[in-house]
C-alpha cells in the first residue's frame, strides 16, 4: 500500500489506535502476557511518575505511603488495528486491577499513520 492511500484507508473506516496506559509498575508482566495473548504484538514500555485525582498523597507504593505527589508508575504505548482497540483496554483494565487506589488510566487516540521501518509497510500491516 502507498503511504498516501493511507487518508483513504482510514476513511474506509479501517484505523489504527494508540492506546497509552499508566498502571502498577508490578502489574506489567501479567498486563503484558495478558495482551500477547489476545493478539498484541508490539508495544513501548516506560518508567514514569504521575499522579492522578489523590495527588498521589494517600498511595501506597512498596508498603511505604509516598510523602511526595508523584508515585512510580509505568507507561505502556500500544498500537493496534481498530478492531483490537477495545479488547486492549479490557484486558488492561481487568488484569491490572487490584481495587485499591492508583490501579491506573488508560486512553485510547487516534493514529495519523504507523509505519514498518524495515519494509515501509504502513498502519496494520506495520504492527
Ligand atoms: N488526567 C490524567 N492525565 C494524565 N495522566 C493521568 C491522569 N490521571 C491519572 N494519570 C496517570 O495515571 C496514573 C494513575 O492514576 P490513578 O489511578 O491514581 O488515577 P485516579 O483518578 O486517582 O484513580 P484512583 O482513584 O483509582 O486512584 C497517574 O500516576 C498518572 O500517571
Ligand atoms: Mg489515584
Redesign the pocket.
Known amino acids: 500500500m502507498r503511504p498516501e492511500q493511507g487518508a483513504e484507508v482510514q476513511q474506509q473506516g479501517i484505523v489504527v489506535k494508540l492506546i497509552i496506559a499508566?498502571i502498577k509498575p508490578f502489574k506489567l508482566e501479567e498486563v503484558r502476557e495478558a495482551l500477547t495473548t489476545i493478539g498484541v504484538r508490539g508495544m513501548m514500555v516506560t518508567e514514569?511518575?504521575?499522579?492522578?485525582?489523590?495527588s498521589?498523597h494517600t498511595?501506597i507504593y512498596r508498603g511505604a505511603e509516598y510523602a511526595v505527589n508523584?508515585?512510580p508508575?509505568v507507561?505502556l504505548e500500544i498500537v493496534v488495528p481498530d478492531s483490537l482497540a477495545d479488547p486492549v483496554v479490557e484486558t488492561i483494565r481487568t488484569t491490572a486491577k487490584t481495587d485499591?487506589?492508583?490501579?491506573?488510566?488508560i486512553?485510547v487516540l487516534d493514529v495519523e499513520q504507523a509505519v514498518r521501518v524495515r519494509t515501509g509497510e504502513i498502519n496494520d500491516d506495520a504492527l
Open positions: 499508566a514514569i511518575k504521575g499522579f492522578g485525582s489523590q498521589g498511595e508523584f508515585v508508575k507507561r485499591k487506589i492508583g490501579d491506573g488510566k486512553f
